[in-house]
């Protein structure tokens, strides 16, 4: 402010200085005058840069000293010292945590696969007030082609300098992402799992019981990714019912040879994920218990360390109904599947 008011006041004394000069001019040699007014300016021009580097550097000093306050680390009442590690403070970049800057931080990860349910379990958590989960994330191949670039994405999530339509910026008290095991997890899972623990971040698995159902809506889905079912545009995920019809009509054809081998492997792979991230912090949800029990959605929020609230989804089921109607090749799935440890997928059923 007092920099301003000394850069006016120079301004105008230049001014009224010049004017001076002006109407003496007819009695000097102009070249002596414009000689007098050029060093006059350049004296001018230094004092002012002088004063600006001095501003400057004492908006600097300001910053640094907000750096300092922030360093102190807020220290939340009632956290049990086995907590301490889940407990957060992050100071981001790209804004101020404002009122909220001490209001603890947990980070979380949602494991899980395709067709799973996890993006519907996303919108859920997203409804909460205090929620940010910011979607796949490593669904782009670059952010996951080394276990760098992996880091440095996730350290930005973490740190809230990640933006998406679901960030809460400010007043988050849980931020994460969801991640699909063939989205570069299961290949660097040593140094993920290394990261979780390190930074104390909580994992959140996502499976699907009925891995048959999941086989469906999985080919139902990559179907329309070509044909684009709802007026020519591809949807995962639909918010009416007459969306779901749509989508639903298409019926998929299982290659009866191969379903048995298929779902062994998926049933392996979620095996192999818990036992890699065995030793992060972790819960184990299942898609159909979320949609049985909504007490199973306590737990979560529970997990999280979050205040309490109804969690709400606007997503609609697509697949509804018994299996039998909604493949092409029913027998010949009760045939490859009877009398195996998955002839329950063919029975089991639920509405939403
Ligand atoms: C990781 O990938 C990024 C982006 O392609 C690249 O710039 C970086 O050098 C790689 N780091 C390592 C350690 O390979
Ligand atoms: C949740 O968000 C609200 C509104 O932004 C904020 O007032 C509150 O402090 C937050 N709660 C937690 C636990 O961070
Ligand atoms: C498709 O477009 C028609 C006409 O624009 C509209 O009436 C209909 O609701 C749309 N259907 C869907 C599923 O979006
Ligand atoms: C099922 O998959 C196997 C192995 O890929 C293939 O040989 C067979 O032709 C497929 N069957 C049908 C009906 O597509
Ligand atoms: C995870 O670790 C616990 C104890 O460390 C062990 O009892 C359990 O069997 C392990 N689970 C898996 C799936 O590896």
């Known amino acids: 402010m007092e920099a301003t008011i000394n850069y006016n006041f120079i301004y105008c004394f230049e001014i009224e200085f010049q004017d001076a000069l002006v109407l003496k001019a007819p009695k000097r040699s102009p070249l002596v005058l414009r000689t007098v007014v050029l060093l006059f300016a350049m004296v001018c021009g230094v004092y002012i840069c002088l004063i600006c580097l001095k501003q400057i550097s004492t908006r600097t000093k300001i910053r640094l000293l907000n750096i300092k306050v922030f360093d102190q680390p807020c220290q939340a009442p009632n956290i ?148 684009k079912l709802l007026n020519g545009t591809h949807k995962s995920h639909v918010h009416s019912p007459t969306e779901a019809k749509i989508l639903a009509k298409y019926k998929p054809t299982l290659n009866s040879t191969l379903l048995l081998p298929e779902l062994k492997q998926v049933e392996q792979t979620a095996a192999k994920a818990i036992e890699y991230f065995n030793s992060t912090r972790h819960i184990v949800l299942f898609y159909e218990d979320l949609i049985h029990n909504r007490a199973k959605l306590k737990e979560v929020q529970e997990f999280l360390r979050l205040p309490y609230r109804e969690l709400t989804s606007r997503q609609v089921k697509i697949h509804r109904g018994p299996l039998s109607k909604q493949v092409e090749n029913w027998n010949e799935i009760e045939q490859a599947l009877k009398g195996t440890s998955y002839e329950s997928f063919l029975h089991s059923d639920y509405q939403m």
């Open 80 to 227: 049990e010292e086995s907590e301490i590690p889940f407990v957060h403070y992050p100071d981001p970049e790209t804004f101020s945590r404002e009122e909220c800057a001490c209001n603890p931080v947990r980070f979380f990860a949602i494991l899980s696969m395709q067709r799973s349910g996890s993006g519907w379990f996303e919108t859920l958590l997203n409804s909460h007030i205090n929620v940010s989960s910011n979607g796949e994330i490593f669904s782009v191949s670059d952010r996951r082609v080394n276990i760098s670039s992996i880091v440095s994405t996730m350290d930005k999530v973490y740190n809230l300098d990640w933006f998406t339509s679901a960030s809460k910026n400010e007043c988050s008290a849980a931020v994460g992402f969801k991640w699909m095991f063939n989205q570069g997890l299961m290949k660097h899972h040593d140094d993920i799992a290394e990261y979780f623990k390190r930074n104390g971040v909580s994992v959140i698995f996502l499976f699907r019981r009925n891995l048959l159902r999941r086989m469906i809506s999985l080919l139902a889905n990559s179907y329309d990714k070509d044909a």
